[in-house]
């Protein structure tokens, strides 16, 4: 398994836009491999003592988090996707973004520890 995450900020009134746009990226992921695709929209947000989500990434007043990942079956489909959404007609075709894409930030992790209930046989 491999995950690729970001973290932006959005104007409040932008959800909509937003969530547009992530429909259009979701046909992409599936496309190209995905596993599963999580789109989270801010609910609680404590302000910390050194840094927080809305400090990592510069977040203005009326702006809202989005946290959001892409769990991959290995980090060679997340790589192949990557290039081949970026040559994708779909993707090139995406022109006005509803967030500052300078402050987004992104990321690729190796899962260390994983749990799910139905490793309990609960599901």
Same mark, same amino acid.
């Given at each position: 398994?491999?995950?690729?995450?970001?973290? +932006?900020?959005?104007? %409040?009134? *932008? $959800?909509?836009?937003?969530?547009?746009?992530?429909?259009?990226? +979701? #046909? +992409?992921?599936?496309?190209?491999?995905?596993? #599963?695709?999580?789109?989270?929209? %801010?609910? =609680?947000?404590? =302000?910390?003592?050194?840094?927080?989500?809305?400090?990592?990434?510069?977040? $203005?007043?009326? %702006?809202?988090?989005? +946290?959001?990942?892409?769990?991959?079956? =290995?980090?060679?489909?997340?790589?192949?996707?990557? $290039?081949?959404?970026? #040559?994708?007609?779909?993707?090139?075709?995406?022109?006005?973004?509803?967030?500052?894409? *300078?402050?987004?930030?992104?990321?690729?992790? #190796?899962?260390?520890?994983?749990?799910?209930?139905?490793?309990?046989?609960?599901?």
């Amino acid at each position: 398994m491999y995950i690729n995450t970001y973290m +932006l900020s959005i104007a %409040e009134d *932008k $959800k909509a836009q937003y969530l547009d746009l992530a429909q259009t990226f +979701l #046909e +992409l992921y599936k496309r190209f491999g995905a596993v #599963e695709v999580f789109e989270n929209w %801010e609910s =609680d947000i404590p =302000d910390g003592e050194l840094t927080d989500y809305r400090r990592a990434v510069q977040a $203005k007043p009326g %702006e809202k988090i989005i +946290l959001a990942w892409v769990i991959w079956p =290995d980090r060679a489909t997340a790589d192949t996707a990557h $290039k081949g959404m970026f #040559e994708d007609t779909q993707m090139a075709a995406l022109s006005d973004m509803p967030f500052d894409g *300078k402050r987004m930030i992104l990321g690729g992790f #190796e899962p260390m520890l994983h749990f799910h209930k139905s490793d309990l046989g609960l599901v």
